[in-house]
């Protein structure tokens, strides 16, 4: 929602929250607070929006209410949905599931925002990147300290390999071990600025 422009919502962010907050890291669920990806453990992925705002006349109620029918009419088209609002404490927070990547891109670029701008996201398992050559271990460090990464460790993973194109925080429910040059990883949170970029979530 910086903007959240194609929904209506007149501009909502000033900036710089930090984190994803709860990255849901061993099982806990997404709890975003800056703008931000989201990748569940079996692979889906949402995409969450938190906006400060000083003005009384937003409610949660209206809030969602307005969402919900925007996706409806807007959005009919692509399989996304609305997970959570709230409006409290000066903050407003949408979470939005969504069917496929595709649909996140889709979403993502009728919204105008400056943090979540993507060309092109992808999520496949690590199995079938392998083989398909979307990454190779040798463009590949570990997320926590940079060592190298060779194919036989890579491909004993059982997770995903996240492809992502433009400008994103990206956290995840399992554990990002690996990335890609240019990758920043703050606090679990991989942050993308160009790409392709690729990680690797187990």
Avoid: H
């Avoid at 409610?59 to 969602?64: G, M, N, P």
């Avoid at 491909?155 to 995903?160: L, P, S, T, W």
């Amino acid at each position: 929602m910086k903007k959240m422009a194609a929904l209506g919502l007149a501009a909502l962010l000033a900036a710089g929250l930090s984190g994803c907050g709860g990255r849901a890291a061993g099982g806990n669920e997404f709890a975003p607070a800056e703008n931000s990806i989201y990748i569940a453990e079996d692979g889906k992925v949402s995409s969450a929006f938190v906006e400060p705002y000083e003005e009384e006349y937003y409610t949660e109620d209206s809030l969602k209410s307005y969402l919900e029918e925007a996706l409806a009419g807007q959005y009919g088209d692509l399989n996304v949905t609305l997970r959570e609002c709230a409006v409290e404490n000066g903050s407003m927070k949408a979470v939005f599931d969504y069917g496929s990547p595709e649909d996140l891109v889709r979403f993502l670029a009728d919204q105008k925002s400056e943090d979540l701008n993507l060309a092109d996201f992808q999520v496949e398992t690590v199995e079938t990147a392998l083989a398909e050559g979307t990454v190779t271990a040798d463009a590949l460090v570990g997320a926590a300290d940079g060592s190298p990464v060779d194919f036989e460790t890579l491909a004993r993973q059982k997770g995903y390999v996240v492809t992502v194109e433009g400008t994103a925080s990206v956290c995840a429910q399992g554990e990002i071990l690996y990335v890609s040059e240019g990758v920043e990883m703050t606090d679990g949170t991989a942050r993308v600025d160009g790409g392709p970029a690729f990680l690797v979530i187990r």
